[in-house]
């Protein structure tokens, strides 16, 4: 099949050129369109990290699977900054809204968005803040996991992943996660299995602050032990 794939910026200048034409096979994706049209630029090549894929002007994953004819426009980041990633760790209030369109397009019948707050009681103690610590790149790399785990079980869903870092008082968000698929019944699996097992494997910790002390949650026995409040 054949797709135009366009080129921007700095990749456009190193090229020589705007854009050029492909024929790759049946059920390639964007991924596949990016190496093949960058397979005699390995420095161009060696970007791809740091650079987004729309299709049709549409942002896309790496895994979309490309159609005859489609337009592939390779997105150097952007000058008012990188483009947001859909696995991330942020001390910056979390904006729902923008993690669902890191997920949405016309091809989606639903998405179901999960957002993770702080109560203000934990334990039988009334919670005032929370404060959460995270390995940050260790921290985005298996939130990226855990959409790949995702994606395994239900291939159509497309998913982005933002936790919040720093001190929280009671009512504000601590994650959002954003699942889109064409159909809801995947969109809410993948989900309830996304929330799941961030707890299981993200290092993102959290200390409780109560009005009349706080523990690091998960390790509560072995934090007394530590202050000494454990004989």
């Not at 791809?48 to 729309?54: I, K, P, T």
Request: glycine letters at 8%.
């Amino acid at each position: 099949m054949k797709v135009t794939v366009r080129f921007f910026a700095m990749f456009r200048e190193q090229l020589g050129t705007g854009e050029r034409q492909l024929e790759i096979p049946e059920g390639s994706t964007a991924r596949d369109g990016y190496d093949a049209a960058l397979a005699d630029a390995p420095a161009l090549h060696g970007l791809a990290g740091s650079v987004m894929l729309m299709v049709n002007q549409e942002y896309v994953s790496a895994d979309h699977v490309l159609e005859d004819g489609d337009e592939l426009a390779i997105i150097p980041p952007v000058s008012g900054g990188d483009h947001p990633k859909r696995f991330a760790v942020t001390a910056d209030i979390l904006d729902p809204r923008a993690v669902e369109s890191l997920v949405a397009g016309p091809g989606e019948g639903a998405i179901v968005t999960f957002i993770g707050t702080v109560r203000d009681n934990a334990r039988g103690r009334t919670v005032t803040l929370l404060e959460y610590e995270a390995y940050e790149s260790a921290a985005e790399k298996m939130l990226a996991r855990v959409g790949d785990e995702a994606r395994e079980q239900w291939p159509e869903v497309r998913i982005a992943i933002t936790h919040r870092t720093g001190a929280l008082k009671p009512g504000e968000a601590s994650i959002v996660i954003a699942c889109a698929s064409p159909h809801r019944d995947e969109a809410y699996a993948a989900s309830a299995f996304a929330i799941s097992r961030v707890k299981e494997i993200v290092p993102i910790w959290k200390k409780e602050h109560y009005e009349d002390g706080e523990t690091w949650v998960g390790s509560e026995a072995d934090y007394q032990r530590l202050t000494g409040r454990l004989a």
